[in-house]
């Protein structure tokens, strides 16, 4: 990746010509804090431009809508590899564990921590939860609620299911993206988990904040 044009696209407030680069960027696993730096040295020649006359108001208003659109892509596209990376975690569960029963709490909390996860679940053959990191889920029945039954399609041959990021069914305002992986025939059963959005955003807004905090307009003053 080309950071200096990164720069440059920034400053000259190409907006097409920022959000490829961008969108590059994220399908190739660059550096995404490089990229915010290059685009905060952009801003910083934006205010340059604004301080001789070049750039106006207006522009410095637009180059803040670039400049968040091209943070939007790579919400998106991280959003994307936390999805890809839960479903390659759950596959391993299934694979290393075989089935359900073989899950204790005491490997959910080990499993947690070496996966970095917010939810682990663990559903036998009647759809119910048997080993959750969450005590208070044990004995859940996933059929009992709509959003959770669908993961039951786990139990009838489909081998993995995802949703985006929703409420969770027992905290209304714990947002998480969740995930199914069935357990390998001739065990019948599945992992879910769950990664909170709050995580992903917080994450996001800090590479943002950061980006933003050295965004000056000519030698006095600031724009975020």
């Known amino acids: 990746m080309d950071f200096e044009a990164v720069k440059n696209a920034m400053a000259d407030l190409e907006e097409d010509e920022l959000l490829g680069f961008m969108n590059e960027l994220m399908e190739n696993g660059g550096d995404a804090q490089k990229a915010v730096a290059a685009m905060q040295e952009g801003m910083q020649e934006v205010g340059a431009r604004f301080e001789s006359g070049e750039y106006f108001v207006a522009d410095l208003i637009y180059a803040g809508e670039i400049m968040t659109e091209a943070m939007e892509v790579m919400y998106n596209k991280i959003e994307a590899c936390v999805n890809q990376q839960l479903f390659h975690q759950a596959h391993t569960i299934c694979r290393i564990y075989g089935s359900p029963e073989k899950i204790t709490n005491d490997r959910i909390r080990d499993l947690c921590k070496s996966f970095d996860l917010d939810e682990l679940n663990v559903i036998d053959e009647h759809g119910v939860i048997i080993a959750a990191n969450d005590p208070a889920l044990e004995g859940f029945d996933m059929g009992s609620k ?79």
């Open 146 to 224: 709509p959003v959770s039954a669908q993961f039951n399609r786990l139990l009838e041959g489909d081998l993995a299911y995802g949703q985006p990021f929703r409420a969770s069914v027992e905290d209304p305002n714990l947002r998480c993206k969740y995930i199914g992986v069935a357990f390998p025939l001739p065990a019948k059963g599945y992992v879910q988990l769950g990664f909170s959005e709050a995580r992903l955003k917080d994450e996001m807004d800090y590479w943002f904040a950061e980006a933003a905090s050295d965004w000056q307009i000519g030698k006095t003053g600031f724009y975020v």
